[in-house]
């Protein structure tokens, strides 16, 4: 079974940076695009970014120059940098990928990660 597994969130100053980093594991035949989610408290589940097996990228215009997505597909990790950070940032953030496993179902299929706290202090 595929997992996607978030790391490094935490608290940090608004100004401050902080990268996030998503794991991609299990019996995994490719990954197609990948993507930060993030959710606030008592608000939806929103789109940060998304980066296409081919490195092309889109972000939300909340982020857009601000924070950074990237992948290594030789380690199966996506990455989020993010700078100039600001309070209206803290959430949950998941990652978010369209994996085919090997096996007898090789169809792509939508998988999530757990999430990872980021809080951002004024």
């Known amino acids: 079974q595929v997992q996607l597994v978030e790391s490094g969130g935490g608290l940090v100053q608004a100004g401050g940076s902080l990268t996030l980093s998503c794991a991609a594991s299990g019996s995994i035949f490719s990954i197609g695009v990948m993507a930060w989610y993030r959710q606030a408290p008592g608000k939806q589940r929103e789109l940060v970014a998304l980066v296409t097996n081919g490195a092309t990228t889109n972000y939300a215009d909340s982020v857009k120059g601000r924070f950074t997505i990237s992948r290594d597909n030789a380690k199966k990790t996506m990455y989020l940098q993010m700078s100039s950070l600001k309070p209206e940032d803290t959430a949950v953030y998941y990652c978010?990928?369209?994996?085919?496993?090997?096996?007898?179902?090789?169809?792509?299929?939508?998988?999530w990660g757990q999430g990872t706290q980021v809080t951002v202090s004024s």
């Open positions: 978010n990928a369209v994996i085919r496993v090997t096996g007898y179902d090789t169809s792509p299929k939508n998988y």
